[in-house]
């Protein structure tokens, strides 16, 4: 899930996931389409020269689709002419996070950004090499009440093998696994080494993305799963709850959180920091957009955990600690991903698009893309079972580390 950016109608979030305007400038120079193949097809009348250079960029397209609707040897479905077109076009960009939604699929998409959604509760993530893996199940949901746990790879859903090699590869394993409730769904999984076939049945799951609770007695423990939907209330709620229980530190854990939007990381991170900035985008001339945090911030000992799966979002949030030297980084380094995606909803019929639109920067001017954020004390995960990533972070809370 991407830090995007969300205008209406024109509505943006910010991945991560603006409308594309393209403007047609004018010109001196005009030109008089007429008998010729373009003004056949567009009739006659007086245009500027970049509206000529766009005529002609799209006449061909129009040919081929005039052409195959009358000569083709079978009827064919003229949206679905059109749709493949709009999908090739985002393909060729050869960007995994820039891509197409149907009308229904943009339904989907801000069902998840709600945190309601139809399908059987769990994340999942690409993993390193290819393939899908779930990194997180959620509390009373069809995943836990079918038997799926964090770790199982996914390799196939109703007998259909899916690849997983980008984030437009798993979003089609997401929309394979949601669906209508009461239906089931069945997974092909690893785990162990060992293959399983597991069906649930699909149900509306309602998603807290913050949860809390005091460890110790004294350390508090919030967990972020997405930088989205209800994510500031519940990290809001999070802290005034364990001021009220004056815990001695805090513990943020973006394990496996994916990102979210960049208004919700910036206005999580706001919370924990002191006035500073907290990151910076810049878009493809420059301009620079800075975002900062007010004086206003809970002073408490702070870790927040980090792993390979912490995504975008959650790399903006552990770079803003850890830069203005706010607390301790632990775990593993993180995925690596620095740049933003703008959500575009088309007004006409509810579809969009997604595309990488900006990169951002950490507040001392790094980028993170392909390196990820380095963990101040570096904890590799326990094969025992044991958190020893969470006991680090509760130790170096309590000046043991």
Not at 43 to 63: C, H, K, M, P, W
Not at 154 to 177: C, P, Q
């Amino acid at each position: 899930m991407n830090e995007m950016f969300q205008r209406k109608g024109v509505v943006v979030f910010a991945v991560a996931w603006l409308v594309v305007i393209v403007a047609i400038g004018s010109s001196s120079l005009t030109l008089l389409l007429t008998g010729s193949d373009l003004a056949n097809q567009w009739g006659t009348r007086i245009v500027n020269a970049s509206e000529y250079d766009s005529i002609q960029r799209f006449s061909r397209l129009n040919s081929i689709y005039d052409t195959l609707m009358s000569d083709y040897y079978q009827p064919l479905d003229g949206d679905a002419l059109v749709l493949g077109a709009i999908r090739g076009m985002m393909e060729s960009v050869e960007d995994p996070y820039t891509f197409y939604y149907t009308p229904a699929e943009m339904t989907e998409q801000e069902e998840d950004s709600q945190g309601v959604y139809h399908g059987i509760g769990m994340v999942v993530t690409l993993r390193e090499g290819g393939g899908v893996e779930i990194v997180r199940v959620y509390e009373d949901s069809p995943a836990v009440r079918a038997g799926l746990m964090t770790g199982d790879i996914i390799v196939a859903v109703d007998g259909e093998s899916i690849a997983g090699d980008s984030a437009k590869d798993l979003n089609s394993v997401v929309s394979l696994i949601k669906g209508l409730d009461g239906t089931d769904v069945t997974l092909t999984v690893l785990r162990a080494g060992a293959e399983m076939q597991i069906t649930a049945t699909r149900g509306v799951v309602n998603l807290e993305y913050a949860q809390f609770e005091i460890l110790d007695g004294h350390i508090g423990y919030i967990t972020i799963s997405q930088f989205t939907g209800n994510a500031v209330d519940g990290v809001k709620r999070a802290v005034d709850a364990l001021k009220a229980a004056k815990v001695d530190g805090v513990i943020v854990d973006v394990r496996d959180d994916p990102g979210g939007m960049l208004d919700e990381v910036v206005e999580i991170a706001d919370l924990f920091l002191p006035e500073c900035m907290i990151v910076y985008m810049e878009d493809r001339a420059g301009t620079r957009t800075n975002f900062y945090s007010d004086s206003k911030y809970w002073d408490v000992p702070m870790a927040v955990l980090v792993n390979g799966g912490s995504a975008s979002a959650s790399e903006i949030f552990a770079a803003a600690i850890k830069e203005n030297e706010r607390g301790i980084i632990v775990g593993e380094t993180t995925f690596g991903k620095g740049i933003v995606q703008t959500l575009m909803t088309f007004s006409q019929d509810g579809a969009g698009m997604q595309y990488t639109s900006a990169s951002y920067f950490t507040p001392d001017g790094n980028s993170i893309h392909g390196i990820g954020v380095e963990p101040d004390l570096v904890v590799q995960p326990d094969e025992t079972g044991e958190d020893a990533q969470l006991q680090a972070a509760i130790d170096a809370l309590k000046g043991e580390e």
